[in-house]
Nanobody
Framework: QVHLVESGGGSVQAGGSLRLSCAAS????????MGWFRQAPGKEREGVAG???????RYADSVKGRFTISKDNAKNTLYLQMNSLKAEDTAMYYC??????????????????WGQGTQVTVSS
């Protein structure tokens, strides 16, 4: 049983930054990894960043170099630092935890637990 709650979303101008947080409770460390996904209206959900239990990270090509995923185990919190935001980054962002493999760390099908999402809106 893992519960995830996202926060930190909001509205920002293009080029700005936001940091999303995901507070985890229950038994988050039984999972292989955690990740951030996003979905815009009319578009499919996509994985943007993932981190495994050892701290190895992977990013979607569209965000690599701009976004950084990290975790603070002492606080049971996952973060997504988003810099140089673009209008195309506008979406609902979801935190997830799962039991998947390294190759599937950005695949939503390999995640079992999801937060409710936090909205990110980037204005150009």
């Amino acid at each position: 049983q893992v519960h995830l709650v996202e926060s930190g979303g909001g509205s920002v101008q293009a080029g700005g930054s936001l940091r999303l947080s995901c507070a985890a409770s229950g038994y988050p460390y039984i999972t292989y990894g955690m990740g951030w996904f996003r979905q815009a209206p009319g578009k499919e959900r996509e994985g943007v960043a993932g981190i495994d239990r050892r701290g190895s990270t992977r990013y979607a090509d569209s965000v690599k170099g701009r976004f950084t995923i990290s975790k603070d185990n002492a606080k049971n919190t996952l973060y997504l630092q988003m810099n140089s935001l673009k209008a195309e980054d506008t979406a609902m962002y979801y935190c997830a935890a799962g039991f998947g493999s390294w190759t599937g760390i950005l695949s939503s099908a390999e995640y079992a637990y999801w937060g409710q999402g936090t909205q990110v809106t980037v204005s150009s």
